[in-house]
């Protein structure tokens, strides 16, 4: 029977003998296996295998003793498969999804795959990277042209309507403003146009309010409504005399004509008209019949 019974970590029951032959039995709990180990006054003789242990392991993958293995002695198991490089080019090569504008060019034979963009913009007004423009670094094309001032005063009203004569709102368009302008403007001012032409004095003014009131109310026009006062020479047709005489009528002046000639009026009551001494020559007397 062992004198001695020595308690080593993660093993049991360890026991030495005083016989000559020193025997070290290390029993591992886990698995039940039984290492002996035989001395003899210090020196090691031996290793045995199992002594009386059961549900432990004898050999792996055919060795035994120390043993050190590595994944090529390892079987591969089919839900925990080894890395190759193969394995990775083909997982990546079914994950991979080609998009609007890519595309993949896979090479099995060197396992390369080659992603290829097409369309994409390479570079934006001579910028790459992180492109940030605004308008001063945009020209101008032909049909979205930039605000100007001068633009908005020559801007042609297209489709301007003048059918609402209505207050401008705050929410009315320039184009719908200017319509609305345009018509109380046309409206008001065909009031102004009739009031204007209106000559029945549609306000009512007396003379005294424009300063008349010594004024008769009378047409000075008619030579008849005039009673007293002196009217102008040009105020006088050309028929009548400052006088009030006209010309070539019975009792009144006679006019010369246009040539300084007497007018053809009668003269059979021209008598005894003076006749100077004839110097020679013959005398004719006219007469009407």
Same mark, same amino acid.
């Given at each position: 029977?062992?004198?001695v019974?020595?308690?080593?970590?993660?093993?049991?029951?360890?026991?030495?003998?005083?016989?000559?032959?020193?025997?070290?039995?290390?029993?591992?709990?886990?698995?039940? &296996?039984?290492?002996?180990?035989?001395?003899?006054?210090?020196i090691?003789?031996?290793?045995?295998?199992?002594?009386?242990?059961?549900?432990?392991?004898?050999?792996?993958?055919?060795?035994?003793?120390?043993?050190?293995?590595?994944t090529?002695?390892?079987p591969?198991?089919?839900?925990?498969?080894?890395?190759?490089?193969?394995?990775?080019?083909?997982?990546?090569?079914?994950?991979?999804?080609?998009?609007?504008?890519?595309?993949?060019? &896979?090479?099995?034979?060197?396992?390369?795959?080659?992603?290829?963009?097409?369309?994409?913009?390479?570079?934006?007004?001579?910028?790459?990277?992180?492109?940030?423009?605004?308008?001063?670094?945009?020209?101008?094309?032909?049909t979205?042209? &930039?605000?100007?001032?001068?633009?908005?005063?020559?801007?042609?009203?297209?489709?301007?309507?003048?059918?609402?004569?209505?207050?401008?709102?705050?929410?009315?368009?320039?184009?719908?403003?200017?319509?609305?302008?345009?018509?109380?403007?046309?409206?008001?001012?065909?009031t102004?146009?009739?009031?204007?032409?209106?000559?029945?004095?549609?306000?009512?003014?007396?003379?005294?309010?424009?300063?008349?009131?010594?004024?008769?109310?009378?047409?000075?026009?008619?030579?008849?409504?005039?009673?007293?006062?002196?009217?102008?020479?040009?105020?006088?047709?050309?028929?009548?005399?400052?006088?009030?005489?006209?010309?070539?009528?019975?009792?009144?002046?006679?006019?010369?004509?246009?040539?300084?000639?007497?007018?053809?009026?009668?003269?059979?009551?021209?008598?005894?008209?003076?006749?100077?001494?004839s110097?020679?020559?013959?005398?004719?007397l006219?007469?009407? &019949?």
């Amino acid at each position: 029977m062992p004198d001695v019974i020595v308690t080593i970590p993660g093993a049991t029951n360890v026991t030495v003998d005083d016989a000559p032959a020193t025997s070290v039995v290390v029993i591992f709990p886990a698995s039940n &296996y039984v290492v002996t180990t035989v001395i003899d006054r210090g020196i090691l003789f031996g290793v045995e295998g199992p002594q009386g242990a059961t549900g432990g392991v004898n050999t792996i993958n055919g060795q035994s003793g120390n043993v050190t293995l590595d994944t090529s002695e390892i079987p591969e198991n089919p839900s925990a498969l080894y890395f190759t490089n193969t394995r990775v080019y083909t997982k990546v090569k079914a994950a991979l999804i080609a998009g609007s504008n890519v595309s993949f060019t &896979y090479n099995d034979a060197n396992q390369t795959i080659t992603i290829a963009a097409s369309g994409n913009v390479l570079s934006v007004n001579g910028q790459t990277g992180a492109v940030v423009l605004n308008t001063d670094n945009i020209n101008e094309g032909s049909t979205n042209l &930039y605000f100007t001032a001068a633009r908005v005063r020559d801007a042609v009203l297209t489709g301007l309507s003048t059918a609402t004569n209505a207050i401008i709102s705050a929410t009315d368009s320039v184009l719908s403003a200017f319509g609305k302008l345009q018509a109380q403007i046309t409206a008001n001012l065909s009031t102004l146009s009739a009031h204007i032409a209106d000559t029945s004095n549609p306000h009512s003014v007396t003379k005294v309010q424009v300063g008349l009131g010594n004024v008769a109310n009378v047409d000075t026009t008619n030579a008849s409504n005039i009673s007293s006062g002196t009217l102008s020479d040009s105020r006088l047709s050309a028929n009548v005399t400052t006088q009030g005489n006209t010309f070539n009528t019975a009792n009144k002046l006679v006019q010369l004509d246009a040539s300084a000639k007497l007018p053809a009026v009668d003269g059979s009551q021209l008598t005894n008209l003076p006749v100077s001494p004839s110097t020679g020559g013959d005398l004719y007397l006219f007469y009407n &019949y």
